[in-house]
C-alpha cells in the first residue's frame, strides 16, 4: 500500500509569486493534513481537511489556502509568496477522528 | 484550545543508557496522544500512540505513559543506540470533532558513542 505523497519534492519560487503543493493521501484515509516546519523548528499547524470540507485552520494568513478533491487528495495553495514562506511542507493523512496520523516526505519550498 | 508542552528541548544521552521525554497539556478531552521521530531530512514517522483509556503502552525498547489525572504522558527509550538520534514530537489530539492535532516543539535526542 502506497504511503503519503506529496509533490513536488522541491520547489523554487520568486517572491511575490504563487506556489502550489499537492498531497495525495493513503487509501482510505479522509482527512489531510498540512504543516509548515521552517528549517530546524517545529510543526506548525496549517489546515486541516475532512471528506472535502476545510475543517480547521492554524494561525496562518489568508493566503494560504487550499482544498480537497472527491477522490480525498489536497493542494495547498500559497499566494504572494514572502521569503519566510521558505520551508518544508508536511502533508499527513488519516482515516479522521482521533486515529493515526502518517506524513509525506514534504515539499521543501525555497522562496528567493 | 488544546496546548502541548515538551521538555527538555535538547537531550544528550550515552549510548545504553535511557532517555525521558516529557509532555503536558491542557485540554482534558485530549483522548490519543502520539509520538513521532523525526530523522534529519526524513518525514515524521510514527512511533507510538497511547489513547486515554490506557495508562502504559510499550513496544520492544520504547515505551509510553500516560497520566490523566496530571494531564501529562511521556516517551521512554531503553538502551539508547545511534540510530534512536532524531527529533522526537508528542502530539494531542482532542476528542471533539473539529480539533486537530496539537504538537509540542520536539525534542532533539542525541545518542552519543
Known amino acids: 500500500e502506497a504511503g503519503v505523497t506529496q509533490s513536488p519534492t522541491h520547489l523554487i519560487k520568486t517572491r511575490g509569486q504563487q506556489a502550489t503543493l499537492r498531497c495525495s493521501p493513503i487509501?482510505?484515509?479522509?482527512?489531510v493534513y498540512w504543516y509548515q516546519q521552517a528549517l530546524g523548528l517545529g510543526l506548525q499547524f496549517l489546515l486541516w481537511?475532512?471528506?472535502?470540507?476545510?475543517?480547521n485552520r492554524g494561525n496562518f494568513p489568508p493566503r494560504f489556502s487550499g482544498r480537497q478533491f472527491p477522490n480525498y487528495s489536497s493542494e495547498l495553495n500559497v499566494n504572494a509568496l514572502e521569503l519566510e514562506d521558505s520551508a518544508l511542507y508536511l502533508c499527513?493523512?488519516?482515516?479522521?477522528?482521533?486515529?493515526?496520523?502518517?506524513f509525506g516526505q514534504g515539499t521543501r519550498l525555497t522562496v528567493v | 484550545g488544546e496546548n502541548v508542552e515538551q521538555h527538555p528541548s535538547t537531550l544528550s544521552v550515552q549510548e545504553g543508557d535511557s532517555a525521558v521525554i516529557k509532555c503536558t497539556y491542557s485540554d482534558s478531552a485530549s483522548n490519543y496522544f502520539p509520538w513521532y521521530k523525526q530523522e534529519l531530512g526524513k518525514r515524521p514517522q510514527l512511533i507510538i500512540d497511547i489513547r486515554s483509556n490506557v495508562g502504559e503502552k510499550k513496544d520492544q525498547r520504547i515505551a509510553v505513559t500516560l497520566n490523566k489525572t496530571a494531564k501529562h504522558f511521556s516517551l521512554h527509550i531503553t538502551e539508547t543506540q545511534p540510530e534512536d538520534s532524531a527529533v522526537y514530537f508528542c502530539?494531542?489530539?482532542?476528542?471533539?470533532?473539529?480539533?486537530?492535532?496539537?504538537f509540542g516543539p520536539g525534542t532533539r535526542l542525541s545518542v552519543l558513542p
Open positions: 487509501s482510505g484515509h479522509t482527512s
Open positions: 481537511y475532512d471528506e472535502g470540507e476545510e475543517r
Open positions: 499527513a493523512s488519516s482515516r479522521g477522528g482521533n486515529t493515526e496520523a502518517f
Open positions: 502530539a494531542a489530539s482532542p476528542r471533539a470533532y473539529g480539533q486537530n492535532f496539537v
